[in-house]
């Protein structure tokens, strides 16, 4: 396993060892880590699957393709988790919905969210029928959205058009999550008119400590712009060995002082105890 540290805290680290134990379960876990978070990018390749955990709380992002979901449901079942407390969807593209399907039929999910539009993908259809298989509705998200729980504080924040010249990417849902002194920004699959949005909004700062980088590191007109304003620590492309991300996109982040994390050398975790953060990769 490689280790990157972006704090040189010992108990950071101490608590990133307990984190990281195999099928770690029960108290001795949790009580020795209960002002931690974790969040963890699958290796999924060009997809997206986080999950975010707490002491009593899990957040999934999306759900990579339908063949790589056992990559999710193995995680979950190695650490004995049979339920997740939110599923948000950023949007319905196959590589970021196409899981959910398996994932709502292995565990019980307490609540969904979803940008309000539709797809005629045969992805989003498949997780369409799974709703009505087992008589769960998503909650669509409209408006901005504001969760809390264990000390997190998460702002989900909707598309701002009915239309985009982008037909799904521009609808993805973007979070931002404050823990404590640190911020993670996700933003989805986002293309130009929707860092547009990003960059004009006043809902919250742009300024984060870790990006999850848009659409892949695909370089938008704009996405200099996006990528100087949020100027993370830490920021972390979903990729594959194929498709790595645009190289003048990770240029960029070199020269706002970002380190850069690609899942596609593994799956990557962030621990973080709300002023340092541990990120380390398989």
């Known amino acids: 396993m490689k280790k990157q540290n972006l704090s040189k805290s010992f108990l950071v680290i101490f608590w990133a060892f ?18 931690a978070i974790k969040i963890t990018f699958f290796d999924v390749g060009k997809g997206d699957a986080i999950l975010i955990e707490t002491e009593n709380t899990s957040m999934m992002i999306d759900t990579g393709y339908d063949n790589t979901s056992q990559v999710i449901l ?32 292995a565990v019980n999910v307490e609540r969904i969210l979803q940008p309000d539009y539709e797809s005629d993908s045969g992805q989003y259809q498949e997780y369409q029928e799974t709703l009505e ?23 989900i924040y909707p598309p701002q058009q009915q239309e985009y010249a982008e037909e799904d990417n521009d609808f993805s849902l973007v979070i931002s999550m404050t823990y404590k002194e640190q911020r993670f920004l996700f933003a989805g699959d986002c293309e130009k008119e929707r860092l547009k949005e990003l960059l004009n909004q006043t809902e919250f700062e742009l300024n984060h400590d870790l990006l999850k980088v848009p659409h892949h590191g695909r370089k938008e ?3 200099e712009e996006f990528l100087e304003a949020v100027s993370a620590k830490a920021a972390i492309i979903t990729c594959s060995q194929e498709e790595p991300g645009d190289e003048k996109v990770q240029k960029v982040l070199q020269q706002t002082g970002a380190q850069i994390y690609l ?18 990769q398989e």
């Open 18 to 35: 307990l984190l990281l134990l195999g099928g770690c379960k029960g108290k001795t876990s949790t009580d020795s880590i209960d002002e």
């Open 221 to 223: 007109k704009n996405s």
């Open 74 to 105: 193995s995680y979950l079942e190695k650490r004995g988790k049979e339920s997740l407390n939110y599923l948000v969807l950023t949007h319905f593209d196959k590589d970021h919905v196409g899981g959910a399907d398996q994932i709502l039929k």
């Open 133 to 155: 298989e087992i008589g769960q509705q998503p909650e669509r998200v409209t408006d901005t959205w504001n969760l809390s729980f264990d000390g997190v504080e998460c702002l």
């Open 263 to 280: 899942t596609s050398e593994g799956t990557i975790t962030c621990i973080s105890d709300g002023e340092s953060m541990t990120i380390l």
